[in-house]
């Protein structure tokens, strides 16, 4: 296991995703999540205290991860009916439906919120009111902190409980459920049977009964540290009305990604587009990811999750009549239990089934790792000493080309003519008249 010391190499760090399932499954409690330089949370090994029972590298996801093997799947896109939880998502509403149906059933939906101070973590939530906290992407890599201990607390009262996240923090979910409350056993057994009758990795006796998992397409999460930094410096911007971040915002529409600021009453402060906003441009620009997605092992199609859900940009392929700009979310079911949840959520859906093959295509995050920018580790050095405003000046500059940009984008949507403009890019983008 790798543990933060301070001067461990990229390449070590890239062996933990820090999901925190080792701290959470120790028996001894002496392991402790702590930031390194770039804000990354890593084990931290009281070695004083470790009994050496192996059960933190055992249970490590990035350890254990398993091969891309396939079993049957469904495929679907999907929009939630509730059009204004539908402009609130980052896609088509798709994880607010299935977390509604487990409140329905009396349980608990764990997801990444913003805490105090704009910190990301998971926390969990049973009440309606409160869903909201998860929707929207949030560009950094969470902090799971209790939450697995939480969730593994309320499946053993028989409460539903739904966790979503990254691929990474699902698997490490899981294992540390396994260990916890499995007597080890990772994960069920399929091997020996031929690929057509092999079934998905269930997991619905016992503890993993009434546990709903959803995991994202994740490009890669960056560093925490890095959206302090721009945290701060909207913060100094404009001070105390500054009263929620939202990466993902439909400001130019759903196909034009847009991070907003927003006050207290809901109103726009600042609205810059991947272009133009800093922090997007960084993200896009894997300037910041954490170490391990670089050489991610969750990167593939089968998954011991029960949803992986993530955008549909290209709606028109599958259903042209779901191409309205306003968000639509790819959804690849893996279970007997996903199937079941799906069918019960398809009255609060617009939906289209879609051969998996074809929703899958082509989809290079669900495929490939991020490439390490040859800019990041200069970038990191400047993040852990600089200021968010000299940071992302230095970087990621205001320049004409910005402000060009920006301008031609706001006078086209104040003259009306931004919708028809973007598709007609959109379409000669991707080829198609
Ligand atoms: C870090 C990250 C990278 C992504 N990269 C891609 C990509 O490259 N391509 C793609 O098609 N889709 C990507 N997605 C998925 C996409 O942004 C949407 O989450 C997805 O389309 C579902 O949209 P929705 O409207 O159904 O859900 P929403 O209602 O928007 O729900 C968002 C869900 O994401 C979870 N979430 C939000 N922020 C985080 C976080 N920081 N860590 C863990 N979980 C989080 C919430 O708990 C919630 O379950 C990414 C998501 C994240 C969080």
Request: one cysteine or more; glycine letters at 10%.
């Amino acid at each position: 296991m790798i543990t933060v010391s301070g001067n461990n190499t990229f390449e070590e760090k890239q062996a933990c995703c820090g999901c925190g399932a080792c701290a959470e499954i120790c028996p001894a409690g002496c392991i402790r999540m702590e930031a390194d330089a770039e804000g990354f949370l890593y084990p931290c090994v009281d070695a004083d205290r470790c009994i050496g029972c192996g059960l933190c590298e055992k249970h490590c996801p990035v350890t254990a991860a398993g091969a891309d093997e396939p079993f049957p799947q469904e495929g679907y896109i999907v929009q939630i009916l509730d059009e204004e939880v539908r402009r609130q998502s980052t896609a088509g509403g798709a994880f607010t439906a299935i977390a509604r149906h487990v409140l329905q059933q009396g349980g608990v939906v764990f997801g990444a919120a913003y805490t105090e101070g704009f910190k990301v973590r998971h926390v969990g939530v049973d009440r309606e009111e409160e869903l909201w906290r998860f929707r929207n992407s949030k560009y950094v890599q969470s902090e799971t902190a209790q939450a697995f201990k939480e969730a593994g607390q309320y499946l053993q009262q028989g409460r539903y409980v739904c966790f979503s996240g990254t691929p990474c923090q699902i698997e490490g979910l899981l294992n540390y459920l396994s260990g916890k409350y499995r007597g080890g056993r990772q994960r069920p057994e399929t091997e020996g049977a031929g690929e057509k009758d092999r079934k998905a990795p269930e997991c619905r006796d016992g503890i993993f009964e009434k546990l709903v998992t959803v995991d994202v397409v994740c490009h890669a999460v960056p560093s925490p540290l890095v959206f302090e930094k721009y945290v701060r410096m909207q913060k100094k911007r404009f001070g105390d009305r500054m009263a929620s971040i939202l990466f993902r915002e439909k400001h130019f529409g759903y196909k034009y990604s847009t991070m907003t600021v927003r006050d207290g009453e809901g109103r726009d402060l600042y609205a810059h587009g991947i272009d133009t906003d800093p922090m997007l441009r960084a993200f896009f620009s894997d300037v910041c990811d954490r170490p391990s997605c670089y050489a991610c092992r969750f990167k593939k199609r089968y998954r011991r999750s029960d949803f992986t859900i993530w955008d549909c940009y290209t709606v028109y392929q599958f259903d042209p009549r779901m191409d309205d700009d306003r968000g639509t979310t790819r959804v690849l079911v893996h279970s007997e239990k996903g199937r079941e949840v799906f069918a019960q959520i398809r009255e609060s859906l617009r939906w289209s089934a879609v051969e998996p093959d074809a929703l899958t295509a082509g989809v290079r995050e669900m495929f490939h790792s991020v490439e390490v920018s040859g800019r990041r580790e200069a970038f990191m050095r400047d993040a852990a000493v600089l200021g968010g405003r000299a940071l992302f000046q230095k970087w990621f500059p205001e320049d004409w080309k910005v402000r060009a940009e920006r301008t031609a984008r706001n006078v086209l949507v104040r003259t009306g003519l931004y919708s028809g403009a973007k598709k007609m890019l959109f379409r000669i983008r991707s080829g198609r008249k």
